[in-house]
Nanobody
Framework: QVQLVESGGGLVQPGGSLRLSCAAS????????MAWYRQASGKQRELVAT???????VYAESVKGRFTISRDNAKNTVYLQMNSLKPEDTAVYYC??????????WGQGTQVTVSS
């Protein structure tokens, strides 16, 4: 059974940094595409960044140059380093796993609040 557990959210001032982590159970992490999404209050969930099993990355325009997605297959963990945070980055952040075997899972989400 594949499960995802996010951590690292919290309250940070504008211009600050946070690193989110998403740990996966199971044996398919290394062959899966991982992604971070976010959902602000009253808005639709949106894609933030993805990283393939080969470590190719894609970013939303709104976070390019500020956020970095990475993965550690030995730890079954994907990270989202968020720098130069803005109030509009405030949201619940979710990680997602998509395997070529058809398995897809969401994490439970972690709150990120950017406020002075």
């Amino acid at each position: 059974q594949v499960q995802l557990v996010e951590s690292g959210g919290g309250l940070v001032q504008p211009g600050g940094s946070l690193r989110l982590s998403c740990a996966a159970s199971g044996s398919i992490f290394s062959i899966s595409t991982m992604a971070w999404y976010r959902q602000a209050s009253g808005k639709q969930r949106e894609l933030v960044a993805t990283i393939t099993s080969g470590s190719s990355t894609v970013y939303a325009e709104s976070v390019k140059g500020r956020f970095t997605i990475s993965r550690d297959n030995a730890k079954n963990t994907v990270y989202l380093q968020m720098n130069s945070l803005k109030p509009e980055d405030t949201a619940v952040y979710y990680c997602k796993l998509d395997s070529f075997t058809g398995i897809s899972r969401w994490g439970q989400g972690t709150q990120v609040t950017v406020s002075s």
